[in-house]
């Protein structure tokens, strides 16, 4: 099996049951062992988390952070790293040239499994920054999925409610207001574009909710199964 890399902390209870998760799925298929993770927690200030989600601002303060656990990674002994948070994947490119192992992307990996699914159209929940940024759109676009997104007010507040997850203050309120928002996006499925919401919120009655980071979480199991990993946990101060 190969060695996987988690750039984490982004935020930690998402890392927490990413790790728990992809640990449980390779269980399923290989019983004879569990496969070779390390994990780097990217050391956020919060004050500069909370602008970037709520406000969009303060992105440049992160490339660094991204880039330094990346070179840890593979320093490590990382065959591949993964990035369990959809807004700094607008950083992907710089991050994927800054080491010499692959980054799987949660945008092109949700991409292709749309375009599995055959998705006409998809409501997209995300944190402000991703929906600015239009990390989605483009790609989803170029298949011919249309997206639709909350309008201000309604994206104001899941920017607040994200921020709330990662401070870990959420509560009933934050999945009911959530609901709301998700009813007024009439689509094929709802695409939950931010790695956080998935704690707060996974099924619909009327729905079909599809959660990033499962999508992630999948390819990260296919890519460690693959095999031909080193298996060899170098020395970082190398």
Known sequence: ????????????????????????????????????ILIT??????????????????????????????KVLEKGGADFIVIPCNSVHIFIDEI?????????????????????KRAKNVGLLATPFTIKNKLFDSKLKEIGIKV????????????????????????RKDKKDLEKIIKKLPSDFILLACTDLQLLIQKHSKLRV??????????TVR????????????????
């Open 1 to 36: 099996m190969k060695t996987l890399g988690i750039i984490g902390g982004l935020g930690p209870e998402t890392t927490a049951n990413f790790y728990m998760e992809v640990i449980s799925s390779c269980a399923k298929i290989n019983k004879k062992s569990r496969p070779s």
């Open 41 to 70: 927690n990217v050391p956020v200030e919060l004050e500069v988390e909370e602008k970037f989600i709520k406000h969009s601002k303060g992105k440049e303060k992160y490339l660094s952070w991204l880039i330094e656990s990346a």
């Open 96 to 116: 994927r040239k800054a080491v010499n192992i692959p980054v799987l992307s949660i945008v092109e990996e949700t991409v292709m499994f749309l375009k599995r």
């Open 148 to 171: 639709r997104t909350p309008d201000k007010k309604d994206q104001d507040k899941i920017g607040e409610i994200i921020n709330r997850i990662l401070q870990r203050t959420h509560g």
């Open 210 to 219: 599809l959660d990033t980071t499962q999508i992630l979480e999948e390819a």
């Open 223 to 238: 890519e460690i199964l693959k095999g031909g990993g080193n298996n060899v946990i170098r020395n970082r101060t190398n």
